[in-house]
């Protein structure tokens, strides 16, 4: 009766120990296809004022480098992922002052901000990067847009260019979920969104420029019309 009370045991352990063993292999090896890396970068700090006034906080995995900034200072919450490159590696640390690059502004007073308030009237929400210039990696940014937008809008990108003083077209349908937005950007400056077509707006998609000469010939139409039957 001990032995069998010794064989029973010594089954339970063995099995105990392969389960183990499974969950740790399987950990390991989840582990090895996507680590998952997060760390909290220094704060910034306001060297007039002693307080810490924004947090980031940074997340690798194998596909991209992930920055959640907490900007107390401007009352903003806000994200950058960068797309690794797999030809070359790049440390965007190294390519950029995060603690002042990262930093962006909603509807600031800056000069390109009132450049394209002169140029635009309608609704819109200017987004200022700290930063200007080109960019390391790939980037796409998440913004709160709720204050300006509602679910389910759908924007179009624009950038405003301090070379030519002009605005040019990025992209559409970028559309607010949960109250974001994300867009894909190359370089920083000044861009802005509105959920209308900017008609004076440098590269606009031809399918927007087809849309808005259809609505001039309406226009043309209709005023035909009417001086035809005024005329009766």
């Given amino acids: 009766m001990k032995k069998q009370n010794k064989y029973i045991l010594f089954s339970i352990l063995l099995v105990l120990g392969i389960i183990v063993s499974g969950i740790s292999i399987s950990f390991l090896f989840v582990n090895k296809k996507d680590t998952i890396k997060t760390v909290e970068l220094e704060r910034f700090l306001d060297h007039t004022v002693a307080y810490k006034k924004t947090k980031i906080e940074k997340t690798e995995t194998k596909d991209y480098f992930y920055y959640k900034i907490e900007d107390y200072e401007r009352d903003l919450s806000y994200s950058w992922?960068?797309?690794?490159?797999k030809s070359k590696e790049i440390s965007v640390e190294d390519s950029l002052y995060i603690t002042d690059d990262l930093r962006l502004s909603l509807d600031a007073d800056t000069n390109g901000a009132n450049r394209i308030t002169d140029k635009v009237d309608q609704k819109k929400l200017i987004i200022s990067f700290d930063y200007h210039g080109a960019l390391p990696l790939k980037t796409t940014v998440r913004i709160n847009v709720s204050d300006k937008f509602k679910n389910g809008d759908s924007l179009y990108l624009y950038y405003y260019n301090p070379d030519n003083d002009g605005i040019e077209y990025i992209a559409h349908n970028v559309d607010v979920k949960n109250?974001?937005?994300?867009?894909?950007?190359?370089?920083c400056s000044d861009y802005f969104l509105t959920a209308a077509v900017v008609n004076d707006a440098v590269n606009n998609p031809e399918s927007v420029n087809y849309i808005i000469i259809g609505l001039i010939v309406i226009v043309f139409i209709l005023v035909a019309i009417t001086l035809i039957q005024s005329k009766k």
């Fill in 81 to 85: 992922q960068f797309e690794k490159d």
């Fill in 179 to 187: 109250g974001y937005v994300e867009f894909q950007i190359e370089h």
